[in-house]
């Protein structure tokens, strides 16, 4: 059973599939998709820089993340965000991709990953639907991805960041005696594929602050597992299977005085 908590600090989790280009798409169609396909409670759309395709690659001399490579032969659409009113769900969509993010506000239950998933799993037949009503095509999977997004406040768990070892018990954090000062900042990443190179779960810890009105300082860890779709893994169960890899590794770096603070029960 994969580890559970009431109140973990996760504040942002997404959930995306990448696809081979659709070369019918464009900024047009990502407002038919709004208003055709979605109900009314998703009252506007942004547009922003797109996200560019990526995969992970596993060959031994040329591990990491390999750019996809794209011949335009117009100009190149850009990403869609779709923001719900309540302003805790947002659909990112553009020529290459879908991705349902969900965004904890104040005094929100927690939502497990089951409910978030059914989530995504709608909105993404919708847009398969329109895929095939606008362009006639099906899409072509390459890659899933899922992302936990952790804020740490600064005065709950830790007060400075020789503290973070008191959360995070395997870390090593330079000590500088010859200076007789504290670290002021850290910032770590670091990847691990999963069994069977079915996916790499990506970690960074930041030392960060939060941009409100008395921006607060956190540790902010990302846990992103990415990894690719073909004839032995589809996306469901890759995402599934980058899901049960961040929380599990969650929960095995991190100490028990911390899974006692977020109330673990799993």
Do not use: C
């Not at 965004?103 to 497990?112: A, E, G, L, T």
């Not at 999963?194 to 990302?222: C, F, M, W, Y």
Request: charged share 30%; no cysteine; hydrophobic share 35%.
């Amino acid at each position: 059973m994969d580890p559970k908590y009431d109140n973990p600090p996760v504040v942002e989790r997404v959930i995306g599939v990448q696809f081979a280009e659709l070369a019918f798409f464009t900024n047009a169609h990502a407002g038919w998709f709004w208003k055709s396909y979605l109900d009314e409670e998703w009252t506007h759309i942004n547009e922003v820089p797109r996200l560019e395709s990526k995969i992970e690659n596993f060959e031994s001399k040329k591990r990491g993340i390999i750019p996809q490579l794209t011949v335009q032969t117009m100009p190149t659409p850009e990403r869609h965000q779709i923001v719900r009113k309540t302003d805790d769900r947002m659909i990112q969509i553009q020529n290459t991709r879908f991705i349902l993010n969900w965004r904890k506000k104040d005094n929100q239950d927690y939502m497990d990953f089951e409910s978030i998933y059914g989530e995504f799993q709608n909105y993404f037949d919708k847009f398969k639907d329109f895929v095939r009503d606008a362009g006639g095509e099906e899409l072509q999977f390459n890659q899933w991805e899922i992302t936990y997004v952790n804020h740490i406040f600064k005065g709950e768990l830790w007060n400075n960041i020789d503290d973070w070892t008191e959360i995070f018990p395997g870390l090593s954090i330079p000590r500088l005696d010859i200076y007789k000062k504290r670290l002021d900042t850290l910032n770590m990443e670091w990847a691990v594929n999963l069994q069977g190179n079915t996916g790499r779960l990506h970690i960074k810890l930041n030392h960060a602050v939060v941009k409100s009105q008395d921006e607060p300082e956190i540790i902010r860890a990302d846990f992103t597992s990415r990894g690719p779709i073909n004839a032995s893994q589809d996306y469901q169960r890759g995402l599934f299977l980058g899901h049960e890899a961040i929380v599990n590794t969650f929960t095995e770096i991190t100490s028990e005085s911390a899974h006692k603070y977020w109330r673990r029960r799993s």
